[in-house]
Every structure is written in structure tokens, then in C-alpha cells.
């Protein structure tokens, strides 16, 4: 029998990473994407090619409007995404709740499908300060998913693997690169245009940038106007 993984994918970096690691460990994946009311879904179409050029078991795409209640620059239109690293404070791109959602969407899926973990690509070092990216976060949802499905009570609980926690974004880069990620096909970017361009000014594309530019590494991510 495979070890089964569901794995959420917003095609960017840290999911393609993390979902790398999870084959690399011998696990049959899960692709577990949601269109969420986001500034663009090219992420969406970015996520499926992962999902493609991975040969994955499955993909599931999920619609959650989360922008009908806005709250976040990412899901309302009439916030503007902060375009410089932030000095203090949590950003006004945080989604509400966005991965206790996520995370419960796919516990659910990995009860129906009786898999051993899901692997989420969430980050406690190089990223923009979310409290749902932070270990005692997860920590927090391993619990609640031992007392509150079937598979918890029996003593058979998914696990939350979370790979890339503790890592630096010249790490995580590092890593995927020796286990054959392509990171031209993976997008960051907070408000990519339809195109797939990232507009290489939020603070999501530039810690992305960054992270090649200390490797001294070709970012292989195309710009708006070849930024």
C-alpha cells in the first residue's frame, strides 16, 4: 500500500517545494488547490502544472469566496497591496483564518481518503508575518484534528507535516533545486497579471527575489517589464 499525502497547492514556491519533499519521501500526493476570491487566479493555473508535471494522483480544485467578505488586499479589490517590506505588524495581506480553512478542507480530504499527512508549505522564518504560518499554529491544528475526526478518536490522526518551517527562503530554494524543482513554473507574486508576470515590488515577490539574488542564482520568475 502507497503512503498517501494530500498536499495543498497555490503554486508557488513553498507548496512546490513541500510538495517535492513529500514524493521525495515516498509518498502518493493529493493536490488540494482553492479559488478563493484571490486578485487573480493565475495562481490556480500555475498550481495545475505543478499538479501536471508531478503526475499526481489527484487535484482537486475548490471554490471558497472568501472575497465576499473581504477583510484581506488579497480578496478585496478596494485595498491596495502594500508594495515594500513591512516594518512592524501583521499585513494587510493577510487572508482572515485562511489556512485554519485550508487546513480543514484538507484534513477532511485526507480522512476520505484514509492518507497519512498532509504537507503544507507554511513558513515561520522568511515570510510576512501570519499567525497561521507559525508552529504553535500548527501545533494547535494537530491537536484539534486528533479530537475532532473519526480517525483521531480511533488513534489513527493525520499528520501535519510542515517541512520548510524552520527554513530560510535560500534554503527552501536550495532544497527544491536539488529535487528537480522548476521554479520558472511557480509563481509568488500577490497580484500577477494574466499573463503570469510578477510585478516584483510586493513584499511576496521581493523575498522571493532575494532569496536567488544571495544564492547568486538566475531567478527564473518573468516580471512585469523585466524588473
Same mark, same amino acid.
Given at each position: 500500500?502507497?503512503?498517501?499525502?494530500?498536499?495543498?497547492?497555490?503554486?508557488?514556491?513553498?507548496?512546490?517545494?513541500?510538495? !517535492?519533499?513529500? =514524493?521525495?519521501? #515516498?509518498?502518493?500526493?493529493?493536490?488540494? %488547490?482553492?479559488?478563493?476570491?484571490? $486578485?487573480?487566479?493565475?495562481?490556480?493555473?500555475?498550481?495545475?502544472?505543478?499538479?501536471?508535471?508531478?503526475?499526481?494522483?489527484?487535484?482537486?480544485?475548490?471554490?471558497?469566496?472568501?472575497?465576499?467578505?473581504?477583510?484581506?488586499?488579497?480578496?478585496?479589490?478596494?485595498?491596495?497591496?502594500?508594495?515594500?517590506?513591512?516594518?512592524?505588524?501583521?499585513?494587510?495581506?493577510?487572508?482572515?483564518?485562511?489556512?485554519?480553512?485550508?487546513?480543514?478542507?484538507?484534513?477532511?480530504?485526507?480522512?476520505?481518503?484514509? !492518507?497519512?499527512? =498532509?504537507?503544507? #508549505?507554511?513558513?515561520?522564518?522568511?515570510? %510576512?508575518?501570519?499567525?497561521?504560518? $507559525?508552529?504553535?499554529?500548527?501545533?494547535?491544528?494537530?491537536?484539534?484534528?486528533?479530537?475532532?475526526?473519526?480517525?483521531?478518536?480511533?488513534?489513527?490522526?493525520?499528520?501535519?507535516?510542515?517541512?520548510?518551517?524552520?527554513?530560510?527562503?535560500?534554503?527552501?530554494?536550495?532544497?527544491?533545486?536539488?529535487?528537480?524543482?522548476?521554479?520558472?513554473?511557480?509563481?509568488?507574486?500577490?497580484?500577477?497579471?494574466?499573463?503570469?508576470?510578477?510585478?516584483?515590488?510586493?513584499?511576496?515577490?521581493?523575498?522571493?527575489?532575494?532569496?536567488?539574488?544571495?544564492?547568486?542564482?538566475?531567478?527564473?520568475?518573468?516580471?512585469?517589464?523585466?524588473?
Amino acid at each position: 500500500m502507497h503512503k498517501k499525502a494530500v498536499v495543498p497547492l497555490s503554486g508557488g514556491l513553498d507548496s512546490a517545494t513541500c510538495l !517535492a519533499i513529500a =514524493i521525495e519521501r #515516498g509518498f502518493e500526493c493529493y493536490g488540494l %488547490s482553492f479559488d478563493y476570491g484571490q $486578485r487573480h487566479s493565475t495562481e490556480i493555473e500555475f498550481a495545475r502544472g505543478l499538479a501536471r508535471d508531478w503526475d499526481l494522483k489527484d487535484h482537486l480544485i475548490l471554490n471558497i469566496d472568501l472575497g465576499r467578505m473581504g477583510g484581506s488586499a488579497l480578496t478585496d479589490m478596494n485595498l491596495e497591496v502594500p508594495l515594500d517590506i513591512r516594518s512592524e505588524g501583521i499585513p494587510s495581506t493577510y487572508v482572515p483564518a485562511r489556512n485554519t480553512i485550508f487546513l480543514s478542507y484538507a484534513l477532511a480530504y485526507a480522512e476520505v481518503l484514509s !492518507a497519512d499527512c =498532509i504537507f503544507i #508549505g507554511v513558513n515561520a522564518v522568511d515570510y %510576512s508575518g501570519y499567525p497561521d504560518c $507559525r508552529p504553535e499554529y500548527i501545533e494547535a491544528f494537530q491537536k484539534m484534528a486528533k479530537l475532532a475526526t473519526k480517525e483521531g478518536v480511533e488513534g489513527k490522526a493525520v499528520r501535519i507535516e510542515t517541512p520548510l518551517i524552520h527554513l530560510r527562503k535560500t534554503e527552501i530554494v536550495q532544497k527544491g533545486l536539488a529535487l528537480g524543482v522548476d521554479y520558472s513554473r511557480t509563481v509568488s507574486c500577490y497580484q500577477a497579471d494574466s499573463q503570469g508576470r510578477s510585478c516584483g515590488r510586493c513584499e511576496s515577490c521581493l523575498i522571493r527575489k532575494s532569496a536567488f539574488e544571495v544564492l547568486n542564482m538566475h531567478d527564473p520568475t518573468v516580471y512585469v517589464g523585466n524588473i
